[in-house]
């Protein structure tokens, strides 16, 4: 739906974003259980250790997308079906995006433009990690107080406020029981898989839109989607498996200082 939203032709565009915003919303649900449950269950006691697996699940793979893209748009310039004029922006700007302090709104231009939600999810991952929905009552009584500030003064859609009722739900939702049934077969690929396109999709559709002289639209979307399939599995088995192998002694020096 978001690769949709982002590629597919600029008429349906407000047809695509809207169940684009739920999908956001949701994945936020989503990593509210999730993070949750880790914390609750795999790093209890050990939020150092979460947040360091997390870092090492976003960073690596962000960091070459993010240098793929810069690359890219040097070479390439910018098709203004995308991000409209290229500003490059100064240094600190940058530095804040290879640090993923990304605000949306200040910034000029922003490389990798999807990574904006990352921003958000770090921040909710340390709230999470520092203990903001560490029990029952806790969770119920912050989700009641954030849905209704949320109701009452509806905060802007890229904020890290505006993630703050779903991440409150999904946190409820583990605090009330629900189990989620275990990835098998193709479930793990596609998690595996689901990072890596989120975060290459949309540059990489402006950069084929140039090389192939192509306006969005639906040839435009399955070409991009097949070739940020393919290099998504490049980055999963070059990147993320070594990654996967840092954590691992990541763990065993932690527990070996404990």
């Known amino acids: 739906i978001v690769c949709l939203c982002h590629l597919g ?18 994945f936020y649900l989503l990593s509210g259980y999730l993070m949750t ?17 997390r870092a090492l ?6 960091w070459i997308v993010l240098a793929f893209s810069i690359g890219g748009y040097a070479h390439f310039g910018i098709h203004p079906d995308f991000q409209g004029q290229l500003i490059w922006p100064p240094p600190a ?61 509806s905060p802007q859609y890229f904020s890290i406020r505006w993630a703050a009722v779903p991440f409150a739900i999904g946190a409820a939702l583990y605090w009330a029981g629900l189990k989620l049934p275990r990835d098998k077969g193709w479930a ?16 990489l559709g ?3 839109a140039i090389g192939l002289g ?20 490049c980055l999963v088995v070059l990147v993320e498996r070594p990654v996967n192998r840092m954590r691992s002694q990541v763990t065993k020096a932690f527990q070996s200082v404990h």
Do not use: K
């Open 9 to 26: 032709p600029m008429e349906y565009e407000v047809a695509f974003c809207r169940p684009a915003i739920a999908a956001v919303w949701m």
């Open 37 to 53: 449950l880790l914390t609750q269950e795999r790093y209890q006691g050990q939020r150092w250790l979460f947040l360091a697996h």
């Open 57 to 62: 699940r976003i960073y690596p793979i962000y």
């Open 93 to 153: 700007n940058m530095l804040a995006q290879w640090l993923l302090v990304i605000d949306i709104y200040s910034m000029p231009w922003v490389a990798v433009p999807v990574a904006w939600t990352l921003t958000v999810e770090l921040a909710w991952y340390i709230a999470i990690a520092f203990g903001i929905f560490d029990n029952r009552r806790q969770t119920y009584a912050l989700l009641a107080i954030i849905a209704i500030a949320g109701y009452l003064h």
């Open 188 to 203: 793990v690929l596609a998690g595996a898989l689901s990072y890596p396109v989120f975060l290459i999709h949309y540059t």
């Open 206 to 208: 402006s950069f084929l």
């Open 214 to 233: 192509m306006d969005r639209g639906w040839p435009l979307f399955g070409i991009t989607m097949v070739a940020t399939v393919v290099l998504s599995l």
